[in-house]
């Protein structure tokens, strides 16, 4: 079991990396969250794509998982394992955020359905709406019922799993945001982006965007800073260190 010295544990996930180009300029993805969560946690980041999971779940006082270039319904071997984990995690009650790719890997691994969205991507900044629920929840409660959040997706959690409490969703995404139990939640958006990084995203992605029909220029033209959505990273982690 953990122990109550020291500053809290939290372990991020890794589950892949972001483009080259992208990494060359801002880094990659653990990076990013290292920079939005609290200094004041011990933070150790694990590739689960190369390396061992991390012990046991509850030797860390909170869990991050990354996004991934992978697809959860590919079920790669690394991730089906660290599904159960996940799953393992949430059943002992240990706080767990996961993002965009770890948001659906969370909900497969508990009996959701995860695979491409009928109606495709959705990239660039876009709004979503909170749900009653989420007036109540101790990730999301005081934030505006509207806010805009960064988003690159083409799979989706098309079912969430039977104990998930909806938080947010928006017009193209039904589930934008969901808990599991007190202390687990999944977001499809990207807290830990900036504009600068959904920008550069929409660059690399023009070629595959162009042959969908969409518009690089004007999904470019539309990205907007998401601070409130940025302000999860740090509630996750206020959360983590009063908990323990």
């Known amino acids: 079991m953990k122990t109550?010295?020291?500053?809290?544990?939290?372990?991020?996930?890794?589950?892949?990396?972001?483009?080259?180009?992208?990494?060359?300029?801002?880094?990659?993805?653990?990076?990013?969250?290292?920079n939005g969560l609290s200094a004041e946690l011990a933070r150790e980041v694990v590739d689960v794509t190369c390396q061992p999971l991390p012990g046991e779940p509850d030797h860390w006082d909170g869990i991050v998982v990354t996004g991934s270039p992978a697809m959860v319904s590919d079920r790669e071997p690394w991730s089906e394992s660290t599904g159960d984990w996940l799953a393992k995690a949430i059943e002992r009650g240990v706080p767990v955020l996961g993002v965009c790719y770890g948001h659906q890997l969370m909900a497969h691994a508990l009996g959701g359905k995860v695979g491409y969205h009928?109606?495709?991507?959705?990239?660039?900044?876009?709004?979503?709406?909170?749900?009653?629920?989420?007036?109540?929840?101790?990730?999301?409660?005081?934030?505006?019922?509207?806010?805009?959040?960064?988003?690159?997706?083409?799979?989706?959690?098309?079912?969430?799993?039977?104990?998930?409490?909806?938080?947010?969703?928006?017009?193209?995404?039904?589930?934008q945001?969901?808990?599991?139990?007190?202390?687990?939640?999944?977001?499809?958006?990207?807290?830990?982006?900036?504009?600068?990084?959904?920008?550069?995203?929409?660059?690399?992605?023009?070629?595959?965007?162009?042959?969908?029909?969409?518009?690089?220029?004007?999904?470019?033209?539309?990205?907007?800073?998401?601070?409130?959505?940025?302000s999860l990273l740090q509630r996750f982690s206020e959360f983590v260190i009063q908990s323990r």
């Not at 876009?126 to 799979?155: C, M």
Request: hydrophobic share 40%; net charge negative; with cysteine.
């Open 4 to 34: 109550s010295t020291g500053p809290a544990r939290v372990v991020i996930l890794k589950t892949g990396n972001t483009l080259p180009p992208i990494r060359d300029a801002f880094g990659d993805f653990d990076r990013w969250f290292l």
């Open 118 to 175: 009928p109606r495709g991507r959705e990239t660039g900044s876009y709004p979503i709406r909170l749900h009653a629920s989420a007036q109540e929840d101790p990730l999301f409660a005081g934030l505006p019922a509207e806010f805009p959040v960064q988003l690159t997706h083409r799979q989706s959690v098309l079912e969430l799993p039977e104990s998930a409490v909806l938080l947010a969703s928006n017009d193209f995404e039904p589930h």
């Open 177 to 230: 945001a969901f808990r599991i139990g007190p202390c687990a939640w999944g977001v499809q958006f990207h807290p830990e982006f900036t504009a600068d990084i959904m920008r550069a995203y929409l660059q690399a992605q023009t070629p595959a965007l162009l042959a969908e029909g969409l518009s690089p220029e004007a999904l470019t033209a539309g990205v907007e800073d998401s601070l409130h959505a940025s």
